[in-house]
């Protein structure tokens, strides 16, 4: 190869992983099968995007407290229009994030969000 050449990648090739002999997963089926994570989408009225972060913020350092069965969660930010974001959530269970969705400090975020939020969010489960 020359100097300035790229090396094309191969795609079709495929990789096999195998677990280690000696490591055992006991128990760990059952906690990744619960896991689950949720996508939460919202359009940011202009301006008031900082205000959005720093409310993110503080609910996280609620949920991180309080006995919801939140995990962790992840704010991100879309490129191309910069008041889309996407909070990614981790729970231990569909059930734990329904929990959330019925506590009044659901409520009380969904409350203050009519005043910041553009439209209607979105929520995506992965499982």
């Known amino acids: 190869m020359l100097g300035n050449e790229i090396e094309p990648i191969n795609l079709s090739r495929r990789v ?50 309080a006995d919801f069965g939140f995990t962790s969660g992840k704010l991100y930010r879309e490129l191309g229009d910069s008041n889309e974001y996407m909070l990614y959530t981790e729970w231990e269970s569909l059930d734990s994030f329904r929990k959330f969705m019925e506590s009044k400090e659901y409520a009380q975020t969904v409350e203050f969000g009519k005043s910041i939020i553009d439209g209607q969010p979105r929520h995506k489960i992965f499982q």
């Open 16 to 65: 096999t992983l195998e677990r280690p002999r000696n490591v055992t997963l006991r128990g760990a089926e059952s906690w990744i099968k619960g896991m689950i994570n949720i996508g939460l989408y919202y359009k940011v009225k202009k301006g008031r995007e900082k205000e959005f972060e720093e409310k993110f913020l503080g609910v996280v350092c609620l949920l991180k407290n």
